[in-house]
């Protein structure tokens, strides 16, 4: 049935995003033939993205395997290409992996409950058109302004302390999943 669910939530927002492409990499330009075959990574001001050296299965693996290792609760995992097969589409392969850690984000939602739209975490893995794996979620620093979380949280601990210890952790995690 949960599995189910995912593919349904899936199928219902792909219409959503059916014209959406991945951003297409920028040429670079170089006289050096090796560099000239590099894939700029995507940008987006909101995002934190990186590449990945493994797929996106592997990649996700890994980092449900470290969210674990480090206290985190994976609570979902969405397979979109699933989703988009479910409805005659298809997509390269495309997954989620929601995780959260009480510690780090109930002191967030106790600041604005409304964090709880952004959490748990999100964090995106996609191959594009290239072959190449990226993976993305949302820099902490703009979920505390989207949240207009500052000053001290209910435990009397700097609002700030808690979006550096989120963004660290994501970049650890992240750079586990994402390396060999």
Same mark, same amino acid.
């Given at each position: ?6 593919? *349904? ?13 991945? /951003?297409? /990499? ?6 050096? /033939? ?27 693996? %890994? ?39 009480? %510690? ?38 703009? *979920? ?12 009397? %601990? ?23």
């Amino acid at each position: 049935m949960r599995n189910t669910v995912f593919v *349904l939530a899936a199928a219902l927002f792909l219409p959503l995003t059916a014209g959406a492409q991945t /951003p297409k /990499p920028a040429p670079v330009a170089t006289t050096n /033939p090796a560099a000239a075959k590099l894939v700029k990574a995507p940008t987006d001001n909101n995002l934190v993205i990186r590449e990945s050296a493994n797929s996106v299965k592997d990649t996700l693996d %890994k980092l449900a395997k470290a969210a674990e290792a480090k206290g985190a609760k994976v609570v979902a995992r969405v397979d979109h290409a699933a989703g988009a097969k479910a409805v005659g589409a298809e997509m390269k392969p495309t997954e989620v992996l929601m995780f959260g850690n009480p %510690k780090l984000g109930t002191p967030v939602m106790l600041g604005n409950v409304r964090a709880g739209l952004d959490l748990p975490l999100k964090v995106l893995a996609w191959e594009d058109a290239t072959g190449k794996v990226w993976v993305a979620y949302t820099k902490p620093a703009v *979920l505390q302004s989207r949240y207009r979380l500052v000053g001290k949280d209910a435990a009397g %601990k700097e609002q700030a302390a808690n979006f550096k210890a989120i963004a660290d952790a994501l970049d650890g995690l992240t750079g586990a999943a994402t390396s060999k």
